[in-house]
């Protein structure tokens, strides 16, 4: 497949190592400073599908700029949700087509499938308070992760005891506590733990490198291609 990267910081040239490997061709890299080309410069007939890593600030432009172009894109920019509903409007008006994760790695993905399992049984049972907890690098823009949100959005629709998150301790019980900690190189941790008068009950997924995440967007990018709409890891893994 031939692959438009933008972004070239730590995702793009983790991804543009593995395409290699797996027999893609980098088409072009559009990046701030590492590249001078642009999104517009590049169309379906010299890119099959366009892998997006870059900046919250940022996504959601490039997003819209592939979609313009008539690009399949895979997007794994996190803290540009607020646009989101934007991307879906834009997606269906062109017939095109994104794919969107937090996170790409496939451990994680079961993590959250898990996540929400857990969530329903506890809250069942009773007598169990939940907080979400995230470890990242000192290099990472936004607070909280796009997955502990993920996470925590999966909470809520199973722990009616929870009706919002607070990035902070929690005020009251109905508050879902999300905890971000910034720390050295950390690629990226993400705890759930229930915790009752006599136990605590953990789900952890510590990813040790950024290549679960590479091969993820990959997947993703070999499966887009071909599909209308707007897609996520629960289509591509069957979850
Ligand atoms: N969904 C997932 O699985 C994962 C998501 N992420 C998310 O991906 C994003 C990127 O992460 P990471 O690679 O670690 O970040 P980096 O800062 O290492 O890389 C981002 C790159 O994008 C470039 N850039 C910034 N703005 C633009 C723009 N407007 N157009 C083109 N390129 C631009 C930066 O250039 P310059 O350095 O010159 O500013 C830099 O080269 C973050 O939002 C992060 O949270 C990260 C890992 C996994
Ligand atoms: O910025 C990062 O590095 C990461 N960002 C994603 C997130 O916000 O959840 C995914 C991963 O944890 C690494």
């Known amino acids: 497949m031939?692959?438009?990267?933008?972004?070239?910081?730590?995702?793009?040239?983790?991804?543009?190592a593995l395409a290699a490997q797996r027999g893609h061709e980098i088409a072009g890299?559009?990046?701030?400073?590492a590249s001078q080309l642009n999104i517009t410069d590049f169309t379906p007939a010299t890119v099959d599908v366009a892998i997006e890593f870059t900046h919250p600030d940022s996504a959601f432009a490039n997003v819209a700029a592939c979609l313009r172009q008539g690009l399949p894109v895979v997007c794994g920019s996190t803290g540009w949700l607020h646009h989101f509903d934007e991307a879906q409007e834009l997606t269906q008006e062109l017939g095109g087509s994104l794919f969107y994760a937090s996170n790409y790695s496939v451990g994680v993905n079961l993590f959250f499938h898990f996540n929400e399992y857990i969530a329903a049984k506890m809250s069942q049972f009773g007598g169990y308070d939940?907080?979400?907890?995230?470890?990242?690098?000192?290099?990472?823009?936004?607070?909280p992760s796009g997955t502990a949100l993920t996470a925590a959005e999966g909470?809520?629709?199973h722990f009616p005891a929870k009706t919002t998150w607070r990035n902070a301790p929690a005020e009251t019980p109905a508050e879902l506590a999300i905890i971000s900690e910034r720390a050295g190189e950390v690629v990226g941790t993400h705890i759930v733990?229930?915790?009752?008068?006599?136990d605590t009950l953990e789900i952890k997924h510590e990813a040790h490198s950024r290549e679960g995440f590479a091969?993820?967007?990959?997947?993703?990018?070999?499966?887009?291609?071909?599909r209308q709409g707007v897609f996520g890891m629960k289509e591509l893994l069957g979850l």
């Open 2 to 16: 031939k692959i438009l990267l933008i972004g070239y910081g730590k995702m793009g040239q983790t991804i543009a």
């Open 155 to 157: 909470i809520l629709r």
């Open 29 to 33: 890299i559009v990046d701030l400073h």
């Open 215 to 226: 091969l993820g967007a990959l997947l993703a990018a070999e499966w887009l291609p071909g």
């Open 193 to 198: 733990a229930y915790t009752s008068a006599v």
């Open 130 to 143: 939940v907080a979400v907890r995230e470890i990242h690098h000192t290099q990472k823009i936004d607070q």
